[in-house]
């Protein structure tokens, strides 16, 4: 079968990597209140906190960029594992990552929905934060867990 969207499956492990490392920083950084490490950095934003349509934020500033460095480790490290061919993609296996792909959608937003009704103030936001992330790891944890109950089946066999 030809799967036009997947990466190689080289980049998996990779993948593991960057996913690993970005989840690594991140708890870091939420038991350190986004404060540390401390990555400092010159950047420009697009948008400001204060008013949107002002020129404020179109001006060179300093921020601490440890958030957004293990916001792109997890998504790009997510996006490489979830959809990185298996050393024998098929059909089967296709079929897999389309239901968890469908299932983790659903879970996702079952979790959102449960946050939206029960969770306020601060708290939501840290929960929307993680949201962005829980896709991806609903996405990897119930395709490999299919996969690996699949292999286990094939090798009692």
Do not use: C, Q
Request: net charge neutral; proline share 3%.
């Amino acid at each position: 079968m030809k799967s036009r969207f997947l990466f190689p499956h080289k980049y998996k492990l990779l993948g593991w990597f960057l996913f690993t490392g970005g989840f690594i920083l991140g708890v870091i950084l939420l038991f350190h209140e986004y404060e540390y490490p401390k990555w400092e950095m010159n950047v420009f934003p697009l948008l400001g906190e204060k008013d949107v349509f002002s020129l404020a934020p179109f001006k060179w500033g300093k921020n601490n960029v440890s958030d957004e460095i293990a916001s792109i480790l997890l998504i790009i490290g997510g996006i490489l594992v979830s959809f990185s061919k298996t050393k024998d993609e098929d059909e089967y296996i296709s079929k897999i990552r389309m239901e968890s792909l469908i299932w983790a959608t659903y879970v996702n937003y079952i979790v959102l929905i449960f946050a939206v009704i029960f969770v306020f103030d601060f708290t939501f936001f840290n929960v929307m934060i993680w949201n962005m992330f829980t896709i991806l790891l609903f996405f990897m944890i119930r395709f490999h867990y299919v996969l690996y109950k699949s292999k286990k089946v094939i090798e009692d066999e």
